[in-house]
């Protein structure tokens, strides 16, 4: 998108959230331990039932944050076309998560958690604020989820 372009109307930009939680496979899971210590990694993701599922290691400092601090802040990569997630974090055995989130995983990664360590475990994220914006011209409008309700 060039500088010169017009902002995008808040529908347009949830529609573009949408369409990118759908095809992008790598999302940045930022979190905090009990002293507040950050960690930020990148992880395959899946959008599934309104919320974002990962999966990784119950045993890592992502995985024992997200359990413990039960918050997360997710983000896609690139500076110019932001959306930042922050949401609510809900931890589920490997075995546990609801029908068709595995099988929602697996079909847009390639891997199937089940089969690999018992260490693993599922985490939603139900977002709960999401923001969107192109650069300084989108700032204004970059709310387009609060309390966990879509704005548009």
Known sequence: ????????????????V??????EEDIWVATAD????????????????????????????TGHNLRA???????????????????????????QAPSGVAEAFLAKTGWDPREDSASYAWFRVRPLTVQAWHEVRELKKRHIMRDGVWTV
């Open 1 to 16: 998108m060039k500088i010169t372009a017009p902002p995008r109307e808040p529908r347009r930009r949830k529609q573009d």
């Open 18 to 23: 949408l369409d990118r939680l759908e095809r």
């Open 34 to 61: 009990a002293d507040g210590l950050p960690c930020m990694v990148p992880l395959w993701f899946v959008w599934h039932g309104e919320s974002v599922w990962l999966c990784t290691r119950l045993t890592n400092p």
């Open 69 to 95: 601090g039960a918050r997360a802040r997710l983000a896609f990569g690139h500076t110019r076309d932001v959306v930042l997630i922050d949401g609510e974090v809900e931890t589920f055995g490997l075995r």
